[in-house]
């Protein structure tokens, strides 16, 4: 059975850090590339990084510059360090996982909140 367990989230004024964290059990093939993706009340769900097993990394325009993306295959997990956050990046963030044979795996989600 998998299992997806996201945290890291919170609440933080502007300029300040947050470290997200997604650790994944029991996906079943080798797991190829791991993201973040947000969704904003009202918007649509938007992806903001993503890295592949051999570490290559895209982001968001929007967050370029602010955010990294990191994984560790021996763990299966995927990390997402945020710094000078803005009001606009407060959203529920969600960890996907895409696994051989185009297996997706989502988190269940965490807070971000950014406000003074």
């Known amino acids: 059975q998998v299992h997806m367990v996201e945290s890291g989230g919170g609440l933080v004024q502007p300029g300040g850090s947050l470290r997200l964290s997604c650790a994944a059990s029991?996906?079943?093939?080798?797991?190829?590339?791991m993201g973040w993706y947000r969704q904003a009340p009202g918007k649509e769900r938007e992806l903001v990084a993503t890295?592949?097993?051999?570490?290559?990394?895209n982001y968001a325009d929007s967050v370029k510059g602010r955010f990294t993306i990191s994984r560790d295959n021996a763990k299966s997990t995927v990390y997402l360090q945020m710094n000078s956050l803005k009001p606009e990046d407060t959203a529920t963030y969600y960890c996907k996982m895409t696994a051989a044979f185009g297996s997706d795996y989502w988190g269940q989600g965490t807070q971000v909140t950014v406000s003074s």
């Open positions: 029991g996906i079943p093939f080798r797991i190829n590339v």
């Open positions: 890295i592949t097993s051999g570490g290559t990394t």
